[in-house]
C-alpha cells in the first residue's frame, strides 16, 4: 500500500476538474497541501474586471482541503466534503496565479477539519479564507 502523500497525489492527478482548471499540486506533507492554478481568461467570471469566478476559487480550495486530510497521518485513504466555508476577502488580481494552502488541524473518528487560505502575489493580503469539515475513511488501514 502507497504512503497518503503519493495516494493524495495521485488522486489530484486523476481528477478531471483539476486538469481541466489548471491545477499543480505545488507541495505537500503531512497534514498539508499546498496547489496552485494559473490565470486563466476561460475562468473570468467578472468580464468588465477580468476577476477570476468565486467557483473556480473554491473549487480549489475544495481540493486543497481534501489533499490535506488525505495526507494527515490520523486520517484516512479517501475524503469527501461535508462542509465548506469560504470567506472571500477581495478579488483575485487579473493575471495572476492563485495559491492556497490547506492544513488539517484536527481528527476525530469520523470528521477531519481543515483550515486554508487563497492567496495571489500579494501574499500579505488573502483572496479568501476557509474551514471545512471532511470525512475520515480509514479503508483497511
Not at 496552485?36 to 468588465?48: F, N
Request: glycine share 8%; net charge negative.
Amino acid at each position: 500500500m502507497s504512503d497518503p502523500e503519493t495516494t493524495a497525489r495521485s488522486f489530484i492527478n486523476s481528477l478531471p476538474h483539476c486538469h481541466a482548471l489548471g491545477m499543480r499540486l505545488d507541495s505537500i506533507g503531512a497534514g498539508w497541501a499546498a496547489i496552485s492554478m494559473p490565470y486563466d481568461a476561460r475562468l473570468i467570471g467578472d468580464p468588465e474586471t477580468g476577476v477570476i469566478h468565486g467557483g473556480a476559487v473554491s473549487a480549489l480550495m475544495d481540493t486543497a482541503c481534501g489533499a490535506a486530510v488525505m495526507c494527515h497521518p490520523a486520517a484516512g485513504v479517501s475524503t469527501a466534503t461535508l462542509d465548506l466555508r469560504i470567506d472571500y476577502m477581495r478579488p483575485a488580481t487579473p493575471g495572476q496565479t492563485i495559491r492556497t494552502r490547506a492544513e488539517c488541524h484536527h481528527v476525530t473518528r469520523t470528521v477531519a477539519f481543515v483550515r486554508a487560505v487563497a492567496t495571489d502575489d500579494d501574499d500579505a493580503r488573502p483572496v479568501a479564507m476557509a474551514t471545512g469539515a471532511f470525512t475520515v475513511d480509514r479503508g483497511s488501514k
